[in-house]
């Protein structure tokens, strides 16, 4: 079993930045890939960023080039990097670990105003 923790959400201004954590406990050796995904209210659950256990990284197009996923595998912890927050990102964000089953965080608040 693994579970996750997130945190890290809050409110921001638009423009501003966040970094949300990830920590994964449990058969952590287990993981081949995380990621982040995120629900705005009356939206499907998106995929927002992608990191498999050798270092490819996979962005949604409306996040590139603002967003950065990382992973401290000493930590077990997956990062999200969020800079140059737009309100439309204002959604619930999710961790995610594949491994032969799959595991969900609770979900983070995450609110960018205007």
């Known amino acids: 079993q693994v579970q996750l923790v997130e945190s890290g959400g809050g409110l921001v201004q638009a423009g501003g930045s966040l970094r949300l954590s990830c920590a994964a406990s449990?058969?952590?050796?287990?993981?081949?890939?995380m990621g982040w995904y995120r629900q705005a209210p009356g939206k499907q659950r998106e995929l927002v960023a992608t990191?498999?256990?050798?270092?490819?990284?996979n962005y949604a197009d409306s996040v590139k080039g603002r967003f950065t996923i990382s992973r401290d595998n000493a930590k077990n912890t997956v990062y999200l990097q969020m800079n140059s927050l737009k309100p439309e990102d204002t959604a619930v964000y999710y961790c995610?670990?594949?491994?032969?089953?799959?595991?969900w965080g609770q979900g983070t608040q995450v609110t960018v105003s205007s």
């Open positions: 995610n670990a594949k491994y032969v089953y799959e595991a």
């Open positions: 449990g058969s952590t050796f287990r993981i081949y890939a």
């Open positions: 990191i498999s256990s050798g270092g490819s990284t």
